[in-house]
């Protein structure tokens, strides 16, 4: 074998070594697996600390709302004496282009209040009090984001 073989051999193997680590490790270090993200959501009650939706934050249309993530996946929502109900599922990303993503569905009505939280979000971070999402299903000109923040009592 000829040295410049060698070292592109070696090379190789270094990287696919080095790719297969990193695959390995990330999926176990994450707190953005399907079990880890249904945990969090499912102890305590939320509110939604940002919403960016459309091009424009209308976090302020859902001040006062409590959501809470059951069993079973019922999502509720409660303001004052108004509570509505709906769906919240976790799963992994079946498209080619999120194949790692850990997806986060939302289903809730009625559709002229909670229009824009329904759907399929991305889970971009969990730290156990703050769970950041986004849907960027539209293309990059057209990125929203809803973070849900744990509320302590």
């Known amino acids: 074998m000829t040295m410049?073989?060698?070292?592109?051999?070696?090379?190789?193997?270094?990287?696919?070594?080095?790719?297969?680590?990193?695959?390995?490790?990330?999926?176990?270090?994450?707190?953005?697996?399907?079990?880890?993200?249904?945990?969090?959501?499912?102890?305590?009650?939320?509110?939604?600390?940002?919403?960016?939706?459309?091009?424009?934050?209308?976090?302020?249309?859902?001040?006062?709302?409590?959501?809470?993530?059951?069993d079973n996946t019922i999502l509720t929502a409660s303001k004052e004496t108004n509570t509505y109900t709906g769906q919240w599922s976790v799963g992994n990303s079946t498209s080619d282009d999120d194949l790692y993503s850990t997806i986060f569905k939302i289903s809730i009505g009625p559709m002229n209040i909670f229009e824009g939280l329904n759907g399929n979000w991305k889970v971009i971070e969990n730290t156990g009090t703050s769970l950041k999402l986004k849907d960027d299903s539209h293309g990059d000109l057209a990125i929203d984001y809803l973070n849900f923040e744990k509320i302590v009592q």
Do not use: H, P
């Open 4 to 70: 410049k073989f060698r070292n592109t051999f070696r090379f190789a193997l270094l990287m696919a070594f080095v790719i297969v680590t990193l695959v390995s490790c990330s999926s176990e270090d994450s707190k953005n697996t399907v079990k880890e993200i249904t945990n969090t959501v499912k102890e305590g009650t939320w509110k939604i600390g940002y919403f960016y939706d459309s091009g424009a934050d209308k976090t302020q249309n859902y001040t006062g709302y409590i959501f809470t993530f059951g």
